[in-house]
């Protein structure tokens, strides 16, 4: 329980802290803490359970879009104000960064793995936005084109 707290407390200050670098508006500093906090927690989550890096980061990344989506409605903000922040503890920089230390110091299979490993991971943070964002843009135009409809056949009744 307390490595949870642990895990969720700095997950949220990461993205806070990346949020006040990048000047988001200051009402929005809560919810980027959160929108990286709640990314971070699936990670762990789905690791803990046994998942590998790139699953946890691909259900990471949809977190993060899903949450930074509802925070986008509820403060009439763009998305990326917390896709962004939200994203800060998804990250693989000590992953790419032993990576390069293992090629500088001549361990070229360890660095081999630690590079194809974050790139993975990399790609799956990539792959869960986009996943995201098409899956809002279709809830979008299916709403749309709901509404279009409705508007027909009320005008269709009279």
Known sequence: MVNLLVQ???????SAAYAII???????LAACGLSGA??????????QLGA??????LLGALGVAAVSFGFSKTLKLPVTIFNI????????GGLAYQAVRNLVIGQ????????????MIAG???????????????IRNFREKR??????RKKEEK
């Open 52 to 57: 590998n890096a790139a699953l946890g980061s």
């Open 8 to 14: 969720f407390s700095f997950s949220f200050l990461a």
């Open 85 to 92: 922040p939200g994203m800060v503890p998804l990250v693989p």
């Open 108 to 119: 070229y299979e360890t660095a081999i793995y630690s590079t194809v490993q974050a790139i």
């Open 22 to 28: 990048t000047n988001v508006p200051r009402r929005s």
């Open 147 to 152: 509404d279009i409809v409705s508007l027909i």
């Open 124 to 138: 799956a943070i990539a792959l869960g936005l986009v996943l995201s964002e098409v899956l809002n843009h279709n």
């Open 38 to 47: 709640s990314g971070w927690m699936l990670y762990w989550l789905a690791v």
